[in-house]
């Protein structure tokens, strides 16, 4: 009697042994899952997703197409689960960096998340077209003082025009440097106030470029240290051939040999093709 009533017992504990273990191994592997369920809720929660985005500086660009670019960003889960609309999992370099890609006319760009609003602000700066650079005379792209190709030209204004000095897709692309660029302009300078108007630099190698004036063209060497020097030495001799001719302009004016200017008149003055004496 006694034997079976141990038995009993002893089946009786190890049904109670059984159901701990199982009941602790539900948990073990249930309060993961539940959690991890209840964090993908949250975060899949309306009042953490992105609900606005505004735009600040941009000008020229689209503000709707600078929307769209981030809305596509966002557009989409990560790992098939939490949405790419989460303000909290938005990678703001990302985001930055796929504008200034796209938008080529960017000089920065800086995302910022309001996250009461659920709101990301686009805060942008774009480039100055400071100047064109065209491939021909029907392709044109725009160009800022430190030399970045940056952008097609839609239309063509009056701005001073750069050409040669780059091969293949202009775009982002560097014509010259910014020190090079300023010297173009001091030299462009001297013949302006001088009353000449410059309209076009051309580079066509690299020991001669042009530079377009309503006197004349200007050989000249796209190194020089000091072009307005040089601009300086050309007008000595547009001088001194418009005092024996006011009304003479020039075919060419070539100014790469320092003190020795080599020009050619236009006609219908007598062609005429020389060395400025008073340069020598």
């Keep these: 009697m006694?034997?079976?009533r141990y038995n009993k017992a002893s089946s009786r504990i190890a049904k109670r042994n059984n159901a701990r273990r199982v009941f602790g191994l539900v948990l073990k592997v249930g309060l993961p899952i539940?959690?991890?369920i209840g964090i993908i809720f949250i975060l899949r929660a309306d009042f953490l997703q992105i609900k606005n985005i505004v735009v600040l500086g941009a000008e020229t660009v689209s503000t709707e197409n600078l929307k769209a670019t981030a809305l596509s960003r966002t557009s989409g889960d990560h790992f098939f689960i939490i949405p790419k609309t989460n303000i909290l999992f938005l990678n703001k370099q990302e985001l930055a960096d796929t504008l200034l890609t796209?938008?080529?006319r960017?000089?920065?760009a800086e995302i910022n998340k309001q996250y009461f609003s659920k709101s990301i602000v686009l805060k942008v700066l774009e480039r100055e077209a400071d100047f064109l650079w065209c491939a021909s005379s029907e392709e044109c792209f725009y160009m800022n003082k430190s030399g970045l190709i940056f952008e097609k030209a839609e239309t063509l204004s009056d701005k001073f025009i750069f050409k040669g000095g780059v091969t293949g897709d202009p775009i982002m692309q560097s014509f010259a440097t910014a020190g090079k660029i300023q010297n173009y302009l001091?030299?462009?300078d001297v013949f302006?106030?001088?009353g000449f108007e410059a309209t076009y630099i051309n580079i066509e190698s690299s020991d001669k470029a042009i530079l377009g004036t309503s006197i004349g063209e200007v050989?000249?060497?796209p190194g020089e240290a000091d072009l307005a020097l040089i601009a300086q030495n050309a007008l000595l001799l547009i001088d001194e051939i418009k005092s024996n001719n006011l009304d003479a302009t020039f075919e060419y004016i070539d100014a790469r040999f320092g003190n020795k200017m080599f020009y050619k008149l236009k006609y219908p003055h007598p062609p005429r093709s020389a060395r400025h004496p008073l340069l020598d």
Excluded: H
């Design 2 to 4: 006694q034997g079976r």
């Design 34 to 36: 539940i959690f991890l």
């Design 102 to 104: 796209t938008f080529p």
């Design 106 to 108: 960017l000089e920065k």
């Design 186 to 188: 001091k030299f462009i």
């Design 192 to 194: 302006e106030k001088a």
């Design 219 to 221: 050989f000249f060497s």
